[in-house]
């Protein structure tokens, strides 16, 4: 079965600092790594997904298979950054597991 | 449309109640899940349908029913629920149901249970 673990429930940095929210995983295949995020009162929404290799809103995500790890990092945080952030894996059929999530919040 | 949408946005209901949670998207999307979300807690999810036939079912006390008409329509039917089925109710779908493809979420049905 696949697990996700996002260690940190808070993160509270400042606007223009560095932020890495970090995600770990378990899964005995080849998963597929996402991160989905939640704006105040705004729906789930995904923000990018390994595959894709791509930056989303100046967020970047690397798969390193040898630590299990999907940690997400933006180099400078913004204030409309702030949300709650769920780091999600799928294993071997349609089921999307989520972790905990981390709550950002970007201080002026 | 590429929206999900679910109705109604929150609901009241008596244990003895019985009522419907209903999800409907227009994007031709062939899988469908829903998931329940309690306070501060993610999403677990509860059954995914793959063109319409349920795929997986997490287990889930039979007092939640779930029915999928047709590949635009997704129902939750409710009865005889306890209080700590209180949460949120997450519909979401995705192209194929098959991995790495992204799952678009609802607004969510917040139903409380007294």
């Known amino acids: 079965a696949q697990r996700v673990t996002q260690p940190e429930k808070l993160l509270s940095v400042f606007k223009g600092a560095p932020v890495e929210l970090k995600c770990n995983y378990s899964?005995?295949?080849?998963?597929?790594l996402f991160w989905y995020v939640q704006y105040s009162r705004q729906r789930l929404q995904l923000l990018l997904r390994h595959i894709s290799r791509e930056s989303i809103k100046g967020f970047t995500a690397d798969l390193n298979k040898g630590e299990t790890s999907f940690h997400l990092k933006k180099p400078f945080a913004q204030e409309e950054d702030s949300a709650m952030y769920y780091c999600a894996v799928q294993g071997g059929s349609e089921k999307l597991v989520f972790g905990k999530g981390t709550k950002l919040t970007v201080n002026p | 449309d590429t929206e999900v949408t679910q109705t109604p946005k929150h609901l009241v209901m008596g244990m003895t109640n019985k009522k419907s949670l209903k999800c409907e998207q227009h994007?031709?999307?062939?899988?469908m899940y829903w998931y329940k979300q309690k306070a501060k807690k993610p999403p677990e999810l509860m059954f995914v349908y793959s063109y319409e036939k349920l795929s997986i079912n997490e287990s889930v006390p039979s007092r939640f029913s779930p029915e999928c008409p047709n590949s635009s329509l997704l129902n939750l039917h409710l009865h005889a629920l306890q209080p700590e089925d209180s949460a949120l109710y997450l519909c979401?779908?995705?192209?194929?149901?098959?991995?790495?493809?992204?799952?678009?979420f609802g607004q969510g049905t917040r139903l409380t249970v007294v």
């Open positions: 979401a779908s995705s192209p194929t149901g098959t991995r790495n493809t992204e799952a678009f």
């Open positions: 899964y005995s295949g080849s998963p597929e």
């Open positions: 994007m031709g999307h062939r899988a």
